[in-house]
């Protein structure tokens, strides 16, 4: 059975039908998406699978993947947080390894890059790659999965000057997009139905998950899954659950894989362990990047899932559970505002305190957490898909092909 | 015998305009000289990109007054504004602006309240494809629509009555093409209310309709 027939089969054969019609006028053109990781964050999990569908679509679509050194990966990371507003200034030293790895990156890709009809560009690390390829035959799209709401001036005017070259930019919600001088669509990101991380699992496989882990069936389980990074707040999340614990006999599990894009994760997982100290139901699993399995079912084992981000782009931990029919309790902040509805599909805290309230509430209310987790599923498969995805993906390119019309007659 | 019936489907895409507002009076100035595709897509583009289902408020202006403003009153006025009474975006400009412009002669606090966040004015793109299906008969009308997408009936319900002479949609445009024999079908599409609903609703209400004319010729 072909990748599209599969999808068929979880959101409906017209939404594929619209797919392959939007296709035929994309038929042989050659897009290819850049990105500096393979494995690990969302969107290398994005890439995955858009691709094989883009080509099972007609498309001739390719991912490749910028290399870099640790002092250029350190540079991109410090732009990352000052996209997300902290307050950085990145040496000179480190933005000529960003020039100088992009540089060296564009040799490598040339043939590739100019060749394209299209190329879209994810993220900082690769956005000075258009510097270095002056005879371009496609349009080049930057795609921005930062919430970069509140950038850090000086570091985003630096990049500014890369990201204005290009012909449009992809933001995930309107709060984040920057003026540029080119059309700034909004697409929201994905999540695949079919890959290992959200996949129907087996009653077998997911009883196995508490003894594999050391978590007990009969108590409930508080999750909150993502990288290891300050903005995802896992200490806020630990005072959330010191703050429950003192009248349910609650478990808490933080998990998340590393990034290899991503340095400082080491150090919040030696401040979470400490901030753990010997409690027993603290779980905290640093998984490697690829553990999608182990992912999905700690989610389905959990009775309800966090995400008490500061800062978020999007908040693709929040569909994955929303999915698995949980209600989330999520920061109040960028991406999660679009998918954590108030009563209806989780709750939208700000402090560690707003989160303690909504558990116990939820854990107390456990007919109304059933209900917000089938209203989180449901909400999920009719918006956050990655057929939904791959719909305005086509949508974009016709679009940027036809330039800034507002209604465009495919013949 | 009119002509076939050519499918089509749409996508729309979003775009940022980088105009925005965080007080009432902001929100009116940059409406009197907004693009009338911002208008568009505040009203109608929520039925084509992620939203929850079940909104309190149909249009983006009432959602913003209610969430980000925090006045209900006015919410309610704006969210009562039927964009099907004005077939001239210019006519739905006026009256949003004449709505505000009450509202902040009512509450001095309004004119100078910050909302708790900021209204974005978006815009967006209309990509329109032939399907190559093509319909000629009433009953393939009947048995196909069911199966039409969301840009399908988006397309032929919504956006006809910007494309249109008469500001209809193009099933009643096209069963006219037949004469007196469809002209009560056609009537009756004419009536169904394409606000208020989500368009797997209305893809529902439309098959509705055309089931029970079906039944009723058959007697």
């Keep these: 059975m072909g990748l599209l ?18 296709g035929t006028h994309l038929q042989g053109m050659k897009v290819v998406h850049v990105n500096s990781t393979k494995e690990g964050g969302g969107v290398a999990e ?38 997300q507003g902290d307050r950085i200034e990145i040496s000179g030293e480190l ?15 040339r043939q590739t890059l100019q060749d394209a009809d299209f190329v879209i560009i994810h993220d900082p690390q690769p956005a ?99 990288r290891f990074d300050r903005f995802k707040d896992p200490i806020g999340v630990i005072q959330a659950y010191r703050l429950v614990k003192e009248f349910i006999p609650i478990q808490l599990v933080l998990a998340g894989g590393g990034a290899t894009d991503d340095p400082e994760g080491e150090e919040v997982v030696r401040q979470v362990r400490q901030g753990a100290r010997d409690d027993a139901d603290i779980h905290v699993f640093v998984l490697p990047g690829d553990d999608h399995r182990t992912i999905n079912a700690l989610q389905r084992v959990s009775d309800i899932v966090m995400q008490k981000s500061t800062r978020e782009g999007f908040g693709l931990t929040v569909t994955e559970a929303m999915w698995k029919g949980k209600p989330v309790i999520g920061g109040d902040t960028g991406g999660i505002r679009l998918q954590v509805v108030n009563h209806h ?8 305190e707003g989160a303690a309230l909504r558990i116990r509430y939820l854990l107390k209310h456990r007919e109304e957490l059933q209900e917000m987790g089938r209203k989180a599923h449901r909400f999920v498969l009719e918006n956050f898909l990655n057929t939904r995805h791959l719909r305005e993906h086509l949508t974009l390119l016709l679009a940027v092909m036809f330039e800034t019309r507002e209604r465009i007659e495919v013949p | ?109 309004l004119a100078w309240m910050t909302a708790s966040g900021r209204f974005y004015f978006v815009r967006s793109q209309i990509v329109v494809f032939d399907t190559g299906k093509r319909i000629t008969t009433l009953e393939e009308l009947t048995s196909r629509v069911p199966h039409m997408s969301q840009g399908t009936v ?66």
Excluded at chain 2, 198 to 210: E, I, N
Aim: aromatic residues 10%.
């Design chain 1, 345 to 352: 599909t989780g709750f939208l805290v700000n402090t560690p």
């Design chain 1, 128 to 226: 000075a790659l258009i510097q270095h390829i002056p005879s371009r035959k496609g349009k080049w799209i930057w795609r921005c999965h930062i919430d970069a709401s509140h950038p850090f001036r000086p570091v985003w005017k630096y990049l500014r000057t890369y990201v204005e070259q290009y012909h449009a930019s992809i933001w995930s919600i309107s709060e984040f997009a920057q003026p540029l001088p080119h059309p700034l669509y909004l697409v929201a990101p994905s999540i695949d139905p079919l890959s290992e991380k959200n996949m129907e699992l087996g009653r077998d496989e997911i009883m196995a998950t508490y003894d594999k882990w050391g978590l007990d069936p009969e108590r409930p389980i508080i999750t909150q899954i993502s």
């Design chain 2, 154 to 219: 988006f397309y032929h319900l919504i956006d006809a009555r910007r494309r249109t002479p008469q500001g209809n949609n193009d099933f009643s445009e096209w069963l006219m093409g037949f004469g007196e024999e469809y002209r009560e079908l056609s009537d009756r599409i004419t009536c169904i209310d394409p606000y208020f609903t989500t368009l797997t609703d209305l893809r529902d209400d439309l098959s509705k309709v055309l089931l029970s004319y079906t039944r009723e010729r058959r007697g």
């Design chain 1, 95 to 109: 933005l000529k390894e960003y020039e100088r790895v992009n540089e060296m990156n564009a040799e490598t890709l």
């Design chain 2, 1 to 109: 015998m009119g002509d076939a019936f050519a499918v089509k489907d749409c996508a729309l895409i979003a775009i940022a305009t980088g105009e925005l507002a965080q007080t009432l009076r902001e929100l009116r100035d940059k409406l009197k000289t907004i693009s009338t595709s911002c208008i568009y897509y505040h009203f109608w583009g929520g039925l084509l990109r992620p939203r929850f289902d079940d909104p309190e408020y149909q249009n983006d202006f009432a959602v913003w007054c209610s969430r980000s403003l925090h006045d209900k009153a006015l919410a309610e006025r704006l969210a009562l504004i039927d964009p099907t009474h004005y077939p001239d975006l210019e006519d739905l400009r006026r009256e949003l602006v004449e709505t505000i412009e009450e509202r902040l002669e009512e509450s001095e606090v």
């Design chain 1, 46 to 83: 994005i890439l995955h699978r858009i691709i094989p569908l883009k080509q099972e679509l007609g498309i001739d679509a390719h991912w490749e993947v910028i290399s870099g050194t640790d002092e250029f990966f350190k540079c991109t990371k410090l732009m990352h947080n000052a996209l």
């Design chain 1, 5 to 22: 027939e599969q999808y068929a089969q979880v959101v409906g054969e017209d939404v594929i039908d619209q797919l392959r019609q939007l």
